[in-house]
Structures are given as structure tokens and as C-alpha cells.
């Protein structure tokens, strides 16, 4: 696979996983009030100062890499997370990331920007810079999350939820697979 190829499907890989996460409204009612006002990591270092790990698999070791070379631009350094074949096939079997402080509405530079009435999932084209809109969701607002929740960044697969492109992706992967984050940035909104 080349590397473009290996590029998007890591970025359509990460683009589930952040719609279940909005869509159930993940978050921590205790700690409701402590918001961050904005804040980028850009995973240089060998530890997080935004997220703490998490895993309901194995938490083998290689499943979170932080300040390692990317695969693709071996000048920048990444958080790569790696599905471990070893996981059942759940969405909270993988690798996570979830952010210390809970964000509310706001502009996650990387991947979707969540407004009141709206979600909107997109990508950044790696040679063109072109803004790639994958979902467009601009529903009633009881159907999106109103509660502000944590950033969380994972990897998973299950057994029972094909891709649409491939019907047949439903098997365990029988070797470790993995995406890699180069920087997450937050901004709220302002109305």
C-alpha cells in the first residue's frame, strides 16, 4: 500500500471513532465545569500534556507510541496508536486517548468542527490542502451532544460492523495496524 493510500485510510480509521464518542455523549458529569479555554498538543515528547491513555484491551505496550518518527514524514514526530490482534473486537478493546479537561463546542483542527445544531466530520488533503467534508450533519440539536465531553483520539475494529467500501471487513486483523496524530488542537466556539 502506498503511502497516500496508508494515509487515508489511518484518517477514515479515526473518523468513527470520534462520531461515536459525539453521538453518545461521552463525558463525566462530575467534572463538568472544568473546561479547557483551548489548548494543542503536537505529541513531540515522550508523554502527553492534554491526554491520558486508556484501553479496555490488553494495554500491550507497542498499542501507544508518544514523540516517535512517523512512517510517512520521518522529520515529524507523532502519537501512533496500534490495534493489538490480541483485542476482542469492541470499540473500547483499542488503544484511547482521552483528554484530562472536557471541551464544549468548538473548531478540533483535526477532524470535525462541533457547533449547537452541528457536526461536521472533514479532512485536510495532504497535497492540495483542500478541506475534504465527509459528513455534514446540521440535525436538531437534541440529536447532537449539548453536554461538553472529552477529546478522545483511538483506534478499534469489530466483528460486526463492516466499512461500507468493504463488506467483508469484519475478521480480527492478524497483525498490528495503527494511526498516527502528527498535532489535535482545540479552540472553542464563540458565538
Known amino acids: 500500500m502506498d503511502k497516500k493510500r496508508e494515509w487515508a485510510a489511518g484518517q477514515m480509521l479515526a473518523v468513527p471513532a470520534l462520531l461515536v464518542i459525539l453521538l453518545t455523549g461521552y463525558c463525566v458529569a462530575q467534572e463538568a465545569g472544568v473546561e479547557y479555554e483551548g489548548f494543542k498538543e503536537e505529541f513531540n515528547s515522550d508523554a502527553s500534556e492534554h491526554f491520558r491513555y486508556g484501553s479496555g484491551g490488553n494495554r500491550a505496550e507497542f498499542t501507544r507510541s508518544f514523540g516517535v518518527p512517523s512512517s510517512i514524514e520521518p522529520d515529524t514526530r507523532v ?65 447532537i451532544t449539548q453536554t461538553p465531553a472529552r477529546s478522545m483520539m483511538n483506534i478499534w475494529h469489530t466483528d460486526n460492523w463492516p466499512v461500507h467500501t468493504n463488506r467483508n471487513a469484519v475478521e480480527r486483523p492478524e497483525h498490528p495496524f495503527g494511526v498516527e496524530f502528527d498535532w489535535v488542537s482545540y479552540t472553542p466556539f464563540v458565538e
Open 79 to 143: 502519537l501512533l496508536l496500534r490495534m493489538d490482534p490480541d483485542d476482542r473486537a469492541t470499540p473500547w478493546q483499542g488503544p484511547n486517548l482521552s483528554s484530562h479537561r472536557m471541551s464544549h463546542y468548538g473548531i478540533y483542527t483535526y477532524g470535525f468542527d462541533w457547533e449547537p445544531d452541528r457536526i461536521r466530520w472533514w479532512i485536510i488533503h495532504p497535497e492540495t490542502d483542500e478541506t475534504i467534508v465527509l459528513w455534514d450533519y446540521q440535525g436538531p440539536a437534541e440529536r
